[in-house]
């Protein structure tokens, strides 16, 4: 099964929902229609050119080049059962029928003077419904150009169509704002609505074959499955995937586990990803004045709808008793509450006491965090004041300083891992160490600029600042000391994160580069650009996966941690480095990465890794363990009783003549010849012998240890026996062998097999040597 996406004026075909197997790139125009016809795959540009594309070799079959001024082609059919033959719309109203494998127009259909904006096949052959961009639906019989019924609805034009086939007489039509409209075709009328199925218009729908199944995704980002099984014939949701349908703004891992992320996004909504499985992703909703409001009928949700989140902080103690998540919003006062467990908006609306009747327009909150028991929030308002909030009851708890915390708007607020210390950063540039319980000031410096923003890393105690002049310090909340100094980007500093030990610090700004820094010895380790700044950073827990979202960008992407998985240099960058641009994480393989040989390389590993150290020879143990213990394996191996050969009876046997006919006995011998033969000057070299010879005199010894290491145990002992003067070997070839050892010991490699050989060797000819000790 294959997936045709277009992009641009480039055609792709997408296998096992990821792999890209066939490309097509033939359109000069970009691309708005797609259609599988079989074999083939049809596209139509903005250009009003046609092509048929052949599906495995990537060849164009066909292409037809229409006339814009005439027929300007806004759909495209292939109608059931109808061999070779394609139906095309046009934005001048009129319908056109062709075969494909002639390339010739079969009918034209006059039409209804409107532009048609969709084609759909209906369960009846030769039926096709027709989308108008009036708003009307016409069911047409395209055998006998015969209109069968006609419908229409207000939302503007038609979107898509889809006709039920589980035996319900059913037609679903989208529209621009996100409404589908279902139709009795028996009883020719309206039989429900299903209103903001979507929050845009419905770009595409289709029935499951055969079930109450209908699949929907819009403009919205967001693909939806509904199933009809209540009374009235309305649906209602099944399952459903969706992102922001515009670019986050702030991202952060929720929980120990980093499995899930929080994101915001500017259209106002948050939403858990999981970096596991798409099946886990969950939508905690977009942010309401007054829920029980919003949800009245008739009432437009834009009037209760809260600005996007700018910020905002989650904690997973007491998670499952109330709100764990507190968000600040963009120009807005007030702090909103979300559930993570119940994925819903929280029931506390946090703002301070004496805007509780009166809402003002230039005083917005700036910075929030939660304790780690997620039992109280920190908010920072634009005036400079800190309040403290309960997150069970929702109640006002005190403020930091007598009417406000710090001169300027807050930038920052962080609390530290025992509720000791609450840190404020103003933009009047001085930062202020508060007692959490007293609210007491204890101690504040000024800052070398104005601060942007802070991020605390609790277990370490490390505070990041980030500075409007685009440098980055890092402080000690324990010695309140500036303890390291970071300067390089060049642009405005967007988010920073910290590594689960610390040890890194990681920033982003808007001139694209997103830079890693070595706190231990204050350097820059690692630094590479994106085509669009990185607008969020956040590291997971466990360390393993960066994420980031960028600037128009609705995704968020994944960098793997490769220090977890491979050897990675982790030396200073040179103050002239220049980073690389690296592409952004996809699904697909780039085909620029892909290699172009035919085999794939193996590391071949060297024979000797260096000379000082001890080299193995890799050969299996049997082949030189038992060495020293073949006489005893032989004396195992061998049977108790040696077979008995039955002595062959002669064709005549002799016989002494008598009364009685006896047999002769056989003559026993008497030879006292001695049959011990010396073979030791008949004996036959071998290959190992005589290579051993040449090395006396070359003195390369590679070659006979390279026939040795081919031999079995019981051949080494056997070439051993014969280096001896009674095998028909000499003391100079033993000398030689005695060298050959000499050598791999010294350059040491082959470090067991010389242990072996040579042991084999003392054991064998050691009374030789002996005897011969002068010779050697």
Not at 67 to 75: E, G, N, P, Q
Not at 155 to 181: C, N
Not at 666 to 686: F, H, I, M, R
Request: glycine content about 8%; overall charge negative.
């Amino acid at each position: 099964m294959l997936i045709f996406a277009s992009y641009d004026n480039i055609l792709h075909a997408f296998a096992r929902n990821k792999e890209v197997v066939h490309t097509y790139g033939g359109h000069k125009a970009r691309i708005h229609l797609l259609q599988p016809f079989g074999d083939h795959v049809i596209s139509v540009d903005v250009d009003n050119i046609l092509i048929v594309w052949n599906i495995q070799s990537e060849e164009k079959y066909l292409q037809v080049d229409f006339d814009k001024a005439t027929f300007a082609v806004s759909a495209v059919l292939h109608p059931s059962t109808y061999l070779n033959k394609i139906l095309l719309g046009s934005e001048q109203g009129s319908l056109q029928l062709w075969n494909i494998r002639s390339n010739k127009l079969l009918y034209s259909f006059p039409g209804w003077h409107l532009a048609v904006t969709t084609l759909e096949q209906a369960p009846a052959v030769d039926v096709v419904a027709v989308g108008l961009v009036s708003g009307h639906i016409i069911v047409h019989n395209i055998k006998f150009d015969e209109t069968l019924m006609k419908f229409q609805q207000d939302w503007g034009p038609i979107t898509a169509i889809s006709f039920r086939t589980d035996g319900h007489p059913v037609m679903a039509a989208g529209s621009p704002v996100g409404h589908i409209a279902l139709w009795d075709l028996e009883e020719k009328k309206l039989m429900c609505q299903m209103q903001d199925a979507h929050s845009t218009a419905i770009a595409g729908m289709s029935f499951v074959p055969g079930e109450p199944l209908l699949i929907t995704n819009g403009a919205d980002n967001a693909i939806r499955v509904w199933i009809f099984d209540g009374p009235g014939g309305t649906g209602r949701i099944l399952r459903s995937r969706m992102g922001h349908s515009a670019p986050p703004t702030k991202i952060r891992y929720h929980g120990q586990n980093g499995e899930q992320i929080l994101s915001a996004g500017q259209d106002g909504t948050l939403q858990s990803f999981s970096t596991v499985h798409e099946k886990f992703n969950k939508s905690l909703g977009r942010g309401s004045i007054n829920k029980k409001k919003s949800k009245k009928k008739g009432l437009k949700l834009d009037t209760m709808v809260l600005p996007p989140i700018t910020v905002f902080a989650s904690e997973v103690a007491h998670q499952s008793d109330w709100d764990n998540i507190v968000a600040c919003h963009q120009g807005y006062i007030t702090c909103t509450t979300w559930n993570y467990q119940k994925s819903s908006m929280g029931a506390h609306k946090l703002r301070p006491e004496e805007f509780s009747k009166h809402k003002p327009i230039d005083i917005h909150a700036t910075a929030v965090d939660i304790t780690s028991c997620g039992n109280f929030a920190v908010i920072g308002l634009s005036t400079g004041q800190v309040d403290v909030y309960n997150m069970q009851s929702g109640i006002h708890r005190g403020l930091y300083g007598k009417e406000r915390a710090h001169e300027g708007a807050i930038r920052g607020v962080a609390v530290d891992g025992l509720n000791q210390l609450v840190i404020t950063a103003g933009s009047e540039g001085l930062i202020k160490f508060w007692k959490f319980k007293t609210k007491d000031l204890i101690y504040s410096t000024e800052l070398p600029s104005s601060p942007s923003g802070l991020l605390l890393h609790r277990d370490s105690g490390i505070l990041g600042i980030a500075f409007d002049d685009f440098s980055i310090n890092a402080l000690d909340i324990e010695t309140r000391k500036i303890v390291r100094t970071f300067s390089g980007h060049h642009g405005r500093i967007n988010d920073m994160t910290f590594s689960p030990d610390g040890r890194w610090l990681i920033t982003s700004s808007m001139d694209c580069t997103i830079k890693t820094w070595d706190l231990p010895s204050g350097c820059l380790i690692d630094c590479f650009l994106v085509d669009s700044a990185a607008v969020s950073l956040t590291m997971s827990p466990t360390g393993d996966f960066l994420a980031s979202t960028h600037v128009d960008d609705l995704g968020i992407y994944l960098w793997s941690n490769r220090s977890l998985y491979s050897l990675v240099s982790l030396r200073p960058l040179p103050a002239d480095y220049e980073p690389s641009v690296v592409t952004c994480p996809s699904t697909c393989p780039v085909q620029g990465d892909e290699e172009t040989c035919d085999e794939m390389i193996e590391y071949v590993s060297p024979e000797q890794l260096g000379e000082q150290l001890v080299t193995l020879s890799s050969l299996p143990e049997s082949r030189w363990k038992n060495l020293l213990s073949l006489d005893i394996i032989k004396k195992k191996n061998k049977p108790r009783e040696p077979p008995k050969v039955p002595k062959s009876a002669p064709f005549f046997i002799p016989t002494v003549p008598g009364l009685i006919p006896r047999y002769i006995a056989p003559e026993e011998g008497n030879d006292t010849q001695s049959k011990v033969v010396n073979l030791g000057v008949l004996a036959q070299k071998s290959d190992f012998y005589i290579q051993l010879e040449e090395a006396l005199s070359t003195n390369e010894y590679t070659a006979p240890l390279r026939l040795l290491k081919s031999l079995g145990p019981s051949n080494i002992e056997i070439e051993l026996r014969g280096l001896a003067p009674e095998g028909g070997g000499s003391m100079e070839v033993m000398l030689s062998f005695l060298r050959m050892i000499e050598m791999m010991l010294i350059k040491k490699y082959n470090f067991e097999l010389a242990q072996a050989y040579l042991a084999l060797f003392l054991k064998e000819l050691v009374l030789k040597i002996e005897c011969n000790a002068g010779q050697i």
